[in-house]
């Protein structure tokens, strides 16, 4: 399975799903904007994303760049920031709203 990338009601599949690679650069793949304005350092907060609530447990815990950035309540309804959010597997997707 793959990421999928819900935009208003589009359904973008990015293709991919590894690991090593996070979702903002899954996001990248497919040419799709997140928001990001930081290059991916994990500065600027912009590139938040909603991880989907089944998929939640596919993804990385939040890092300590989140949790500068996000609130608990933020974190708790699923907002990760695409440059810091990780997929837990290679091969085992989920699915992301943007904006």
């Known amino acids: 399975m ?9 359904e973008l599949d ?3 799903c590894f ?4 979702v903002l650069a899954h996001a990248q793949l497919i ?3 997140t928001g990001s304005r930081c290059g ?8 938040r994303v909603i991880i989907e609530a089944g998929d939640r447990n ?27 959010c990780f ?3 290679d091969g085992r997707g989920f699915r992301v709203r943007i904006g």
Do not use: W, Y
């Open 58 to 84: 596919k993804v990385n815990p939040p890092t300590a760049i989140e949790k500068a950035h996000l609130s608990p309540d933020e974190l708790e309804s699923g907002i990760r920031l695409a440059c810091q």
């Open 2 to 10: 793959n990421i999928v990338f819900l935009q208003g009601e589009k």
């Open 19 to 22: 690991r090593n690679l996070n």
């Open 14 to 16: 990015s293709g991919a």
């Open 40 to 47: 991916g350092h994990g500065k600027c907060g912009n590139d």
């Open 31 to 33: 040419e799709l904007e």
């Open 87 to 89: 997929p837990g597997e």
